[in-house]
């Protein structure tokens, strides 16, 4: 199983670095999957959600509000404004589904873009 690392961060510092079968991005021109070995390229980022599989086939959620992404054949790097971890449970839960429904809204993002990335929260939410 080959694996890539992935790091996501932001001006208050690292949320996330570790080795994770793949990652699907809201690139500016759209949503977008990288596994290990992807040709190399430098993506804007929109506000939306990060989704992780870890190598331990567990799905992580981020919520994002902008940024950009480096990615090569062993790496991918996020350097975004703000995120929101949504993983944990029950009251913890909650609060990070809020904080990142707060996130979103403050992004200044179009409106369909914001709408699109509230309901994959909420229904990560929901999920859980």
Known sequence: MKLMKLEIV???????????????????????G???????????LNTGVIVIETKDKEELSVAINAGYVKVEEEKTLCIVDGAVAISGEGSELARAIEDA????????????????????VEHIGKTL
Not at 107 to 119: H, L, P
């Open 101 to 120: 429904k707060e996130l979103l809204l403050k992004a200044g993002e179009s409106s369909m873009a914001i709408a699109s990335a509230i309901g994959k």
């Open 10 to 32: 932001t001006p208050l510092g690292v949320i996330f670095d570790d080795e994770v079968k793949q990652v699907t991005l809201p690139g500016s021109e759209g949503e977008f």
């Open 34 to 44: 990288v596994l290990p070995e992807h040709s190399s390229l430098v993506s804007l």
